[in-house]
């Protein structure tokens, strides 16, 4: 199954490269079109195609047109190399991606190898900026850490439910596990111990035993450090279990599909996530049309728009595409966008504001009251 799907992959980028041979400029968006995470996948193919329109619209980039190429990793890092080496090889200068942080890890070193800048809109493992291949850039990402994210997460924790019975689990990816033990660090840190940690495997369908493992013990708040997939289920396996257990979780539950696996039983799951680039009433003509084309653009669509912002500005400023001269002006630059205006440090962490709480409501995620 893996090799038919990297010869899917190569299929696939090749014939993009077809069509993008006849602009002068490719660039790529990269993450999860395929598996279950594509509801990321199709944010970030959204995303990047209005922006790349949009560019196009306005002249394209240095007197040339863009064209995009597609990349699918199903959240998979050896499929995640395999498709930064199609990216490459399609011509790509400059990547919006990937999306699990478990891909863009390994993709970066490819791109760095061959001298592509890389700009993840989602990743949020601490180590893909602190340990990026070139210690001097070409590596960033326009979306927080899960070192800042846990740390919200952990702090909330210890002081909405002080007397608690709290349980961390996580699903063993560089995700979910980093943000997990990001979370317990800074939960312990504030007074905290939970009365369980524990792994689980992603991808299965049944967690009545880990839930009834969280009865016996009688967990009052779960934190998932893992995906909207198998938390959706451990929500709804939780209410069959008659728990009124409070589930809360990371940033990857920013897609409506978690309230289509969850339905009622994800009444008050709690989230954190960057502030809401959809309530910035100076996008709001962008986000209509979005939503005219019956796409709405929730958790990182306008994140993976704004990556390419920055491509075409930091471009623009280098008067070039060349990697050392586009490395330059993204360090030193500063970029106006649909998150706001924002640069990057000296790792390449973007300088935009840290996370908030949502809750999740009657099938939609806003701002938690209390924030």
Known sequence: MKQVLLCGV??????????????????????????????????????????VMDLNAAGGVLGEQVALEIGDDACDPK?????????????AVYIAGHFCSGSSIPASAVYSEEGVIQVSPASTNPKFTDERPNPDGGTYRVCGRDDQQGAVAGEFLAT??????????????????????????????????PVLYEAYTAGEKDYTALVSKLKQNEVDVLYVGGYHTEAGLMARQMRDQGMDTVLVSGDALVTDEYW??????????????????????????????????????????LYTYA?????????????????????????????????????????????????????????????????
Do not use: C
């Open 10 to 51: 190569a299929a696939g980028a090749l014939g993009m490269a077809a069509t993008a041979a006849e602009a002068e400029i490719i660039i790529a968006t990269a993450g999860p079109m395929t598996g279950q995470y594509a509801s990321f996948g199709e944010q970030m193919k959204a995303g990047a195609e209005m922006a």
């Open 79 to 91: 499929q995640a190399v395999a498709v930064a080496n199609q990216l490459v090889a399609a011509g």
């Open 160 to 193: 909405t439910f002080p007397d608690g019975n709290i349980a961390i689990v996580h699903d063993k990816t560089a995700y979910g596990k980093g943000l997990a033990d990001q979370t317990m660090l800074a939960y312990e840190a504030a007074g905290g111990t």
């Open 260 to 301: 289509a696996i969850t339905g009622d039983a994800g009444e008050g799951t709690l989230m954190t996530f960057s502030p809401d680039p959809r309530k910035n009433e100076e996008i709001a003509p962008l986000v209509e049309r979005f939503r005219e084309q019956g796409i709405e653009p929730e958790g990182y669509v």
């Open 307 to 371: 990556a390419i912002q920055v491509f075409a500005q930091a471009a623009e400023a280098a008067g070039s595409t060349d990697y050392d001269a586009m490395v330059e002006a993204l360090n030193d630059g500063t970029f106006d966008t649909v998150l706001g205006e924002l640069s990057f440090d000296d790792k390449g962490d973007v300088t935009l504001p840290g996370y908030v709480f949502y809750e999740w409501s009657d099938g939609n995620y806003d701002y938690l009251a209390s924030n």
